[in-house]
């Protein structure tokens, strides 16, 4: 197959039947040896961490295909860490999807003054940047895609939408094992002009609690794996 790209965690090929194969690795982002998913460079090495994130999307991607919601996921092969997924365009040059039901980290830095850490948002709120390390991931909003040229107003609504949704299901099952969701980082892109989620639904994208306490990424992908 031929590999189209390079990436922190993952690889990717093109198939010879027009989907993509991605190669899930060990390698982490991180910084001095310490497991970071908010960092932007690759920092560690964790023995199997690869097949565990792609067995957690699987388990996701699987659930959301029952619940009818369509993805990019076609199959997976857990034992040589790769999935095949439908080609898939990102939005310009990467857009990222937050989907917050908690206010805490960037949201507060940036709204502290109107609202306190640990509020609930009720209903859930969703807010996009766009992939851009050098400008911070800036903001951008569903008007500002349309005036951009990168989606259009109902591709805008058809992405929130499924974050919502998608999101609920994904903290109602966290719950039923004593974890609370407080916000998640998703990508979707689209296939044949029809908008789905692509990547991943790795716990290194969520803010994830249980008693009280935050939970390491590498923990959390435990406790979905293992129950």
Known sequence: MEKIYTGKTKDVYKMDNGNVMLKFKD?????????DPGENSVGLTIEGIGKANLKSSIYYFEMLKKAGIKTHYVSADIENATMEVLPGKVFGKGLEVICRLVATGSFIRRYGEYIEDGTVLEGGYV???????????????????????????EMFESMKAQTLKITKIIADDLKSIGCDLWDIKYE??????????IDEIASGNMRVYKDGQKLDPVELTKLINNR
């Open 27 to 35: 390698d982490c982002t991180g910084k001095d040896g310490v497991f």
């Open 188 to 197: 979707f892109g689209y296939n044949n002009d029809e908008v789905i989620l």
């Open 127 to 153: 807010e996009c940047t766009f992939k851009n390390d050098a400008k911070g991931d800036p903001l951008v909003t569903g008007e500002g895609l349309a005036a951009l040229g990168v989606m259009s107003p």
